[in-house]
């Protein structure tokens, strides 16, 4: 077992798990995919990015703005199990994923991950609301074990 006691927690500071907001622990960008690329794609997305998420966004349409959704690691392990491999992200996707924004605060983050059931969220812009980064579960983690306490 490693000692967490003595470890540093790296270049940067994290504010105390109470004062954090979700902007102090998201993953800034998205990786993103349109609805029809195949779930074999978005696989190959999260493997060669060592990521468990993947923005799926629905391209505008006349009279209508741009829509999101979220594809996870779990999603597609799912619809593997279900339909086999010739699906596509919308296909698989959350049919409505959860949000919140860069300035919320990052207890409110968890909470709606624990109501909801789901170990990603999407991060909008506080002003135009336009996906700016995810916040996963283990982000959060990371600020309860290294914030400032």
Do not use: K
């Not at 060669?48 to 999101?68: C, K, L, N, Q």
């Amino acid at each position: 077992m490693t000692d967490v006691s003595s470890t540093n927690s790296g270049s940067f500071r994290l504010p105390r798990a109470s004062h954090a907001r979700v902007q102090d622990a998201m993953h800034p960008g998205v990786v993103a995919c349109s609805p029809d690329t195949p779930v074999r794609d978005v696989a190959r997305i999260m493997a060669s990015r060592h990521i468990h998420a993947v923005v799926m966004a629905t391209p505008v349409e006349r009279g209508r703005p741009m829509a999101w959704g979220v594809v996870t690691a779990l999603d597609l392990v799912g619809g593997y199990l279900e339909r086999g491999e010739e699906l596509c992200a919308a296909d698989v996707a959350a049919s409505e994923p959860v949000r919140v924004s860069t300035s919320d605060t990052l207890e409110r983050a968890a909470q709606l991950m624990v109501e909801h059931g789901v170990d990603h969220l999407i991060v909008a812009d506080a002003h135009d609301g336009h996906p700016v980064g995810v916040l996963s579960t283990l982000d959060v983690a990371g600020v309860f074990a290294w914030g400032e306490g």
